[in-house]
């Protein structure tokens, strides 16, 4: 079955700290795994993709992915954490562009602490 | 901003009722897909369609259903409303090998 497991439902951060945010995935083809944010009110954002190449992927606001197919994750990563990045993250596998649906995990709460 | 255009953005009726839920996708983008947000089911893909056809199904009620249009702009109905149905709504759009973007989503509250 095709799933995406984000083990943390909550974690709290100081500004200033480094973060990682765990996903593991399940997906019968060749995965294509994003990241995406949610501020309360607010809609998804891209901060990251991952269709081929690199395993290591930059996306927005400083956060970085590493995709390690042995096992089967895609943890997101900020070395410095700032106030503004407080919100709830999606790990999510599917399709590549119009190729089909997304398959979200449960998604990450981020809390910093001052 | 994405460039995805989601109306209203908030919706309040009663059970039994039917809305429309409209979604203008980004300029040039040929897929809409719709998904749900709730509390106890989390992100839910619904449907997408690409250039105006049905291209996949996913956890979509009989209840509901949605079209393309020419334009391109999608309507997601909603129809004999139950409490449960209450959620947020999401729509994205996507072309050829690239990502999907989301729209800011309606939030439909069922009283």
């Known amino acids: 079955a095709q799933s995406v497991t984000q083990p943390d439902i909550h974690i709290t951060v100081s500004e200033g700290a480094s973060l990682e945010l765990r996903c593991n995935y399940s997906?019968?083809?060749?995965?294509?795994l994003f990241w995406y944010v949610q501020s309360p009110g607010q809609g998804l954002q891209l901060l990251l993709k991952y269709f081929s190449g690199d395993t290591l992927v930059q996306g927005i606001k400083g956060f970085e992915a590493e995709f390690k197919r042995s096992q089967s994750s895609f943890n997101l990563r900020k070395p410095s954490v700032h106030w503004s990045d407080a919100a709830e993250y999606f790990c999510a596998v599917g399709g590549k562009g119009d190729q089909g649906n997304l398959i979200f995990g449960k998604g990450t709460k981020l809390s910093v602490k001052p | 901003d994405s460039g995805v255009t989601q109306t209203p953005k908030h919706l309040i009726t009663a059970t039994g009722q039917r809305v429309t839920l409209r979604c203008s996708p980004r300029?040039?983008?040929?897929?809409v897909y719709w998904y749900q947000q709730s509390l106890d089911q989390g992100l839910q893909f619904l449907i997408q369609?690409?250039?105006?056809?049905?291209?996949a199904k996913g956890n979509i009620l009989e209840r509901f259903s949605a079209q393309q249009f020419p334009d391109l702009h999608s309507e997601l109905n909603l129809s004999s409303l139950e409490l449960g149905d209450s959620a947020l709504y999401f729509c994205?759009?996507?072309?050829?090998?690239?990502?999907?973007?989301f729209g800011d989503g309606t939030r439909l509250s069922i009283l």
């Open positions: 997906y019968g083809a060749t995965p294509y």
């Open positions: 300029s040039g983008d040929l897929s």
């Open positions: 994205a759009s996507s072309r050829d090998s690239g990502p999907q973007h």
């Open positions: 369609y690409y250039n105006g056809e049905e291209r």
